[in-house]
């Protein structure tokens, strides 16, 4: 991990609250995010995780509280404006259009064009494609393969290479290895430990403590929208953390 206390971090939450209809989704919450370091947010369902990455991708904004990107303020007025700024982030669903190769989906509305009448520019597309689905060891059968002959691990795959192509500063991942089996997870899990070779902070939510532990190099804690704490991940254990996640204990 990055030795943080020499450097600025990527993200910083100061006190972020976000109330629906005056229900309360999340607390108070800080939270320091540095470059080449992953962080888990773990908590129960509607602990307020997701509300959380919605916030800092820009699809909600906070009732209170300052969110920072590098040192400066932003305020995300909607979720382009956060991808414009290097904010990517992988949801469950994944966003994949089915029916398209995995290099159009790597430049899926960003594409590159070429000459005075604005031509799709294939070539550079799938070469630009081929070569980070090769760094990261996502294995396709080519850039050319279209998105619904792969399997589910080399969907999230393709999902986590698009958002490292695009992201200048921070990947947000929800949940990336739900809806796989145990081999195809490995896969995910070494994809996403080698984005920190890149420098990028990364903010992952996930149900699996064993996925934590293996990830993470430091883990957060929400309960009820509240913040309970952070521990680096080396000097705590799954019991700690489970009783901070249920209150018991």
């Known amino acids: 991990m990055t030795n943080s206390t020499q450097?600025?971090?990527?993200?910083?939450?100061?006190?972020?609250?976000?109330?629906?209809?005056?229900?309360?989704?999340?607390?108070?919450?800080?939270?320091?995010?540095?470059?080449?370091?992953?962080?888990?947010?773990v908590g129960d369902n509607g602990a307020?995780?997701?509300?959380?990455?919605?916030?800092?991708?820009?699809?909600?904004?906070?009732?209170?509280?300052?969110?920072?990107?590098?040192?400066?303020?932003?305020?995300?007025?909607d979720a382009s404006i956060a991808r414009s700024r290097g904010i990517e982030v992988v949801y469950?669903?994944?966003?994949?259009?089915?029916?398209?190769p995995v290099y159009m989906n790597m430049f899926l509305g960003r594409e590159a064009v070429r000459g005075p009448l604005r031509l799709l520019d294939r070539r550079k597309m799938m070469r630009e494609t081929q070569a980070l689905v090769d760094e990261l060891d996502?294995?396709?059968?080519?850039?050319?393969?279209?998105?619904?002959?792969?399997?589910?691990?080399?969907?999230?795959?393709?999902?986590?290479?698009?958002?490292?192509?695009?992201?200048?500063?921070?990947?947000?991942?929800?949940?990336?290895?739900?809806?796989?089996?145990?081999?195809?997870?490995?896969k995910v899990e070494k994809i996403v430990t080698a984005l920190k070779e890149r420098d990028i902070a990364i903010l992952i939510i996930s149900h699996s403590l064993d996925?934590?532990?293996?990830?993470?190099?430091?883990?957060?804690?929400l309960r009820r929208g509240v913040q309970i704490g952070v521990r680096e991940t080396a000097k705590t254990d799954k019991n700690e953390i489970v009783s901070m996640i249920t209150g018991v204990g």
């Open 92 to 100: 469950q669903d994944l966003a994949l259009a089915d029916q398209q």
């Open 48 to 77: 307020g995780k997701s509300t959380l990455l919605k916030m800092i991708s820009g699809v909600h904004r906070p009732s209170s509280g300052t969110i920072r990107l590098n040192g400066g303020d932003v305020n995300f007025t």
């Open 211 to 221: 996925q934590v532990f293996r990830l993470s190099d430091r883990i957060c804690v």
């Open 7 to 41: 450097l600025r971090p990527v993200l910083e939450l100061e006190n972020v609250h976000k109330a629906f209809a005056g229900i309360v989704a999340v607390e108070n919450f800080s939270l320091e995010l540095y470059a080449g370091e992953i962080v888990a947010l």
């Open 138 to 186: 996502v294995r396709i059968p080519s850039a050319r393969a279209l998105i619904r002959d792969l399997s589910g691990g080399q969907r999230q795959g393709v999902a986590i290479a698009r958002a490292t192509h695009w992201a200048k500063k921070l990947i947000l991942l929800d949940e990336p290895t739900a809806a796989l089996g145990v081999a195809e997870t490995a």
